[in-house]
């Protein structure tokens, strides 16, 4: 019949009436939307396995060295350790809780341990005397300067502190990018898109050439003109994926996670021997500066608090485990790159099952022969002359946008991560419900790399999008930067909207 009736197909001679058609549009853009999710829930996949496999890695570490110090301390230190679990046991409660990214400061965590401990031992190791509070507030003091532990502290905070914030940083980058792609898979498509898509996949069968496929070319620049705002991330994606790759490096090497998580407890039980071995000069510097304490009417007890004889720990090393982690989350980032540009060629190669492109026997959206326009390129300023689908360029897909700055932000938490800065997560996912384009974040924030020097310690606080538990509060250093960037982001935001308009 003659095709006058027809909104979208070519209103040749046709076998679809109106109603035909509407359903083979609610058709095609269901099915679009449904490629689309597929396409995401893979690399979606991808990045929660990733994610999945290094965290039980690491949990796993920090459980070993927990319980390798469970068992050799009650036999090492008699009273020293019996008297002391918690002090032990709430140190790994608070790497764990760092590592999930809790509001813990994890620079004060270890210096409360080592102050604690050492408030313990002293008063275990001179049970002749009567020892204050007050006292021991005076020997904490001074226990920079006599090194009761020996060089230990220092040298497992450094270590420590930067392999947990490699760690969870490299964790977190994993849970953000599947996130992302989890939200942006979800956009719906556009109604010039959605006309697009129907006259690329189901006019044909309106004209009698159900067997007919589209004109490659044809396809990629309806499927290029659909996700043009998509294509945007592209930039900020592989950043993302360089900066991970980067981290992980860091983890299997100079930040080797293997080696200092997997010692924690031997670096323990060495800073308790030099407390042991040194107990006579430490007192005696400490009484030198805080006076001597009163005699305990309760008088000493047993030698048993003295260590009862040399018990060898170990650390079994899972470098190779690491390593082989390490090696399969860069080949899986390396691919994953160019997931947003190469997501229309993806589609119509597989999905749409386009012709080749000097097929002169296509569907060209018109009939079949050959398709003449040229590819467009990607993103959305490229699809000014689309001419298979209307895309308005001056105003750009929101939730995107928002997207690519969750991107910015976890890049440059990496960033931080890779020289050994901290940086907390500070949950405002609320107030970037009006954030603009990807360039309203300024280089200083989210571009650049910062060039702090890895001793200044103070964490930053940035923005980071809410991860089922993951994206809370962070401990310190919160009123200047997060006060900052959420002020950036509402400029950026009202700009953005009052030109878009």
Known sequence: ILGEHLRICPQGYTCCTSEMEENFANKSRSEFEAMMKEAGRSVQATLTAQHRSFDSYFQDLLNKSEKALYDAFPSMYGELYTQ??????????????????????????????WTRLLE??????????????????????HAEQHKPFGEVPRDLKVKATRAFIAARSYAQGFLVGSDVVKKVSQVSLS???????????????CRGMSSVKPCSNYCLNVVKGCLANQADLNTEWKYLMDSLIGVADR????????????????????????????KDSITSKVFQGCGNPKISTKGSSSEDKKRRGKVTLEAKSSAQALEMLVLDAKGNLTALKTYWITLPSSLCSKKVMASSASD??????????????????????????NPEVEVDITKPDMTIRQQIMQLKIMTNRLGNANIGNDVDFQDTSDDMSGSGSGDSCPDDVCGKRLSKSPSTRQPETHAIPKQSGHGVHGASSRSLPSASLLLLLSVAAFAAQRLWR
């Open 84 to 113: 002391n679990v918690k002090v032990f046991k709430d140190l790994y409660g608070e790497l764990r809780r760092y590592y999930r990214s809790s509001n813990i400061n994890l620079e004060e965590a270890l210096n409360e341990f």
């Open 191 to 205: 109604h010039e898109c959605t006309r697009a898509i129907m006259k690329l996949m189901y006019c044909p069968h």
């Open 251 to 278: 983890i299997d090497g100079p930040y080797n996670v293997d080696t200092v998580i997997g010692t924690i407890h031997m670096r323990i039980a060495e800073a308790i021997s030099n407390l042991q071995e040194n």
């Open 120 to 141: 313990r031992l002293f008063k275990l190791l001179n049970p002749q005397y009567h020892i204050t509070d007050e006292y021991l507030d005076c020997m904490v003091k």
């Open 360 to 385: 002169d026997k296509c569907w060209n959206g018109m009939t079949k022969g050959s398709y003449l326009p040229e590819v467009m390129g990607d993103g959305l300023a490229n699809q000014i002359n």
